[in-house]
């Protein structure tokens, strides 16, 4: 299947091509030229189905054609090594728990998935060398593309993170690992990392001496497998006899996660609408009230995943939707939430149900419940355990919210980092030396 750009003013590019690249010439975003429709026999059995083999069919429908069955099988069943269960919260709200995975967020499975077909590829191509993976994080995406990567042959990773800019728990996650992954903490902000990257892959030097490529969330190869788990909660809900009327709840930032299932639904999947929720950052919430999409700089908030100014897979949403207004409107509404309103639902939740909400599945939470109808059952995303905001939640909570096993092995390994300055030429001078 061929992949066209959003901005329209690139050619078509292979897979191969948009997961290598991860945007286009003209710096739009690739889109699959076809959505396929599921049979309805998958969804009258869907209930009899594991996770892993809903997720096969999902993805068999996006990269069937350019992967062998065989790999792709191995691909998927290999990303999802961790369930992701559908949890009750109250009588008609239930949570989908997306971080079951090594970094405990929903970023575990595109990257596990993407570092997988990007091995593919290497071995297709006869292992011409090294594939190196340069990835600039303020914290999670860092973490997720790090274990997503690791010990996969041929792919050596550098995660760029500014120096006490992210928190113990998110360097630990990074830091620790060794093998093929590499962290480098710049002296420096998010945005030297971002423009070390950005440099690196511009500059005829180093991509005469090593071949780079980005991990970006915009990569097809990270967005489109989001879709399996919307598929895997509505088998869960099915086996309940709760399906028939399905509204799903998105805490978003860059809205990646929320376009692919958007994209679900346009497989077919019963979806009766979503709903996008933001926190301070308004920016989609007011573009359904007004039709215009007028971005801004982000402000900080605790559901700090969140905080995007200019969602870069807006772009996507539109161009699903052939730039419709009133199209996007039918099936998506929006709600946005200040961090007062975030910490107010969390306790509430608490107090009520005893179910820990992290702040950004508590924005999902609160928008459930502030407009489903009777006939209806709603699913938030849950996108992060809790204790990664160990902090926020045990202040908001008064808590002592337990540390997960997994997590807590991280905090146990050896801090390993490459010290580097935030200038391109001294980032330069360490890439070729390697
Ligand atoms: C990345 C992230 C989000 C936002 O997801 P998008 O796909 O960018 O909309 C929400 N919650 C958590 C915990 C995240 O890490």
């Known amino acids: 299947m061929n992949y066209y750009s959003t901005n329209g003013k690139a050619p078509m590019a292979s897979l191969e091509k948009a997961v290598v690249k991860g945007l286009a010439e003209d710096k739009g975003l690739y889109m699959p030229e076809r959505v396929k429709t599921l049979p309805q026999s998958f969804f009258d059995t869907i209930d009899q189905l594991s996770f892993q083999e809903i997720a096969y069919t999902v993805a068999d429908a996006f990269f069937g054609e350019d992967v062998p069955a065989e790999d792709l099988r191995r691909i998927v069943y290999d990303t999802l090594s961790f369930d992701c269960p559908l949890v009750p919260v109250t009588d008609s709200i239930y949570s989908l728990e997306l971080f079951h995975g090594p970094t405990l967020a929903f970023k575990?499975?595109?990257?596990?998935?993407?570092?997988?077909?990007?091995?593919?590829?290497?071995?297709?191509?006869?292992?011409?060398?090294?594939?190196?993976?340069?990835?600039?994080?303020?914290?999670?995406?860092?973490?997720?593309?790090?274990?997503?990567?690791?010990?996969?042959?041929?792919?050596?990773?550098?995660?760029?993170?500014?120096?006490?800019?992210?928190?113990?728990?998110?360097?630990?996650?990074?830091?620790?690992?060794?093998?093929?992954?590499?962290?480098?903490?710049?002296?420096?902000?998010f945005d030297d990392c971002q423009r070390l990257v950005k440099s690196a892959f511009m500059d005829a030097d180093l991509n005469a001496h090593m071949q780079l490529t980005s991990a970006n969330s915009i990569n097809v190869a990270r967005f489109l497998p989001q879709a399996f788990y919307y598929f895997h909660a509505y088998a869960q809900l099915k086996r309940m006899g709760k399906a028939d009327e399905m509204v799903v709840c998105v805490p978003s930032g860059n809205f990646g996660n929320i376009c692919a299932g958007l994209f679900g639904k346009r497989m077919g999947l019963p979806v009766k609408r979503f709903i996008a929720s933001n926190n301070a950052n308004d920016i989609f919430y007011k573009y359904l009230q007004t039709g215009h999409y007028d971005p801004k700089p982000s402000v900080q908030t605790i559901a700090n995943a969140m905080d995007v100014g200019d969602p870069s897979n807006f772009a996507r949403v539109y161009d699903l939707y052939g730039k419709s207004h009133a199209a996007i409107c039918q099936d998506i509404s929006g709600a946005t939430y200040t961090d007062t309103e975030i910490s107010a639902t969390m306790k509430d939740v608490y107090a009520r149900t005893g179910y820990i909400c992290d702040p950004h599945g508590a924005c999902g939470f609160r928008a459930l419940e502030a407009s489903l109808q009777p006939s209806e059952t709603g699913v938030f995303l849950e996108t992060a355990h809790p204790a990664k905001f160990k902090q926020t939640v045990d202040q908001i909570l008064g808590g002592d919210i337990e540390i997960p096993a997994k997590l807590a092995a991280f905090m146990q390994g050896e801090k390993q980092s490459v010290a580097m300055s935030k200038s391109f030429e001294d980032f330069k001078h360490y890439l070729l030396s390697r």
């Open 108 to 189: 575990d499975v595109g990257a596990r998935f993407m570092a997988r077909l990007l091995q593919y590829f290497i071995k297709k191509e006869g292992g011409k060398g090294e594939v190196n993976v340069l990835v600039a994080t303020s914290g999670d995406t860092g973490s997720a593309v790090a274990n997503g990567f690791l010990g996969v042959d041929g792919i050596h990773v550098y995660v760029l993170y500014p120096k006490g800019k992210v928190s113990a728990i998110q360097e630990c996650q990074f830091t620790t690992l060794g093998q093929n992954i590499t962290a480098i903490e710049v002296d420096g902000v």
